[in-house]
């Protein structure tokens, strides 16, 4: 990771964070990052961005706002990627509940 990365993530991976669109016509839009590579970032919400084919985005567009799920979640949404999509929707609606 470049230095310019790291100040962008905190100095961490990003994986597993849930985000906040901040440009594009997705604007205030939240994610789940479940990938990044390198500028970009891979986003799903599990509804119209699944698990199977994230949303690529500049690491710039987006603003963390939680630090998201554990390892043993991530190992498990990669494990079986059939529920991931049911499991972030979830995720995203519990943050989206307990921040309102």
Do not use: C, F
């Not at 597993?16 to 990938?35: E, K, P, Q, W």
Request: glycine share 8%; net charge positive; hydrophobic share 35%.
């Amino acid at each position: 990771m470049k230095s310019r990365e790291k100040e962008a993530a905190g100095g961490r991976q990003m994986v597993g964070m849930l985000a906040v669109s901040r440009a594009g016509h997705d604007r205030n839009v939240l994610y789940l990052i479940v990938r990044e590579e390198g500028e970009r970032v891979y986003l799903a919400d599990g509804v119209y961005k699944k698990y199977a084919a994230p949303k690529k985005k500049n690491r710039r567009h987006i603003q963390p706002v939680h630090s998201g799920i554990s390892q043993k979640e991530l190992q498990e949404l990669s494990e079986n990627p059939a529920d991931a999509d049911t499991k972030i929707k979830r995720w995203i609606k519990l943050y989206q509940k307990q921040n309102v």
